[in-house]
């Protein structure tokens, strides 16, 4: 079965670094646009970015344009957030996510994917 595994989270300080990873067994990784969600409790998954199945198309929600960059090692099934700059809205528990079908874009809205890992804490302290 498709397995996601997230890594990489962390406590940080403000304007700190961290660089997440994500896992993916089970199936033939480099077919299927990828994509990184947050959620803090209480509020609904929010979309923070997508990428293409060849790494060549990329897009963020604007709060994190300019400091995250999601990327993708398609010959090690894993793909990466780097986040920059972090501030402590940035706090939440991240998940990495791929649709069931292959499709040419990431899509933005949780509802469009299948697979979700099992998120990674991401606390940034002022």
């Known amino acids: 079965q498709v397995q996601l595994v997230e890594s990489g989270g962390g406590l940080v300080q403000a304007g700190d670094s961290l660089r997440l990873s994500c896992a993916v067994s089970?199936?033939?990784?480099?077919?299927?646009?990828m994509g990184w969600f947050r959620q803090v409790p209480g509020r609904e998954r929010e979309f923070v970015a997508g990428?293409?199945?060849?790494?060549?198309?990329?897009y963020y929600v604007d709060s994190v344009k300019g400091r995250f960059t999601i990327s993708r090692d398609n010959a090690k099934n894993t793909m990466f957030l780097q986040m920059n700059g972090l501030k402590p809205e940035d706090t939440a528990v991240y998940y990495c996510?791929?649709?069931?079908?292959?499709?040419?874009?990431?899509?933005?809205?949780?509802?469009?994917?299948?697979?979700w890992g099992q998120g990674t804490q991401v606390t940034v302290s002022s």
């Open positions: 996510a791929a649709p069931r079908s292959s499709t040419s874009l990431p899509p933005r809205t949780a509802g469009a994917y299948d697979y």
């Open positions: 089970g199936r033939t990784f480099s077919m299927y646009v």
């Open positions: 990428i293409s199945r060849s790494g060549g198309y990329t």
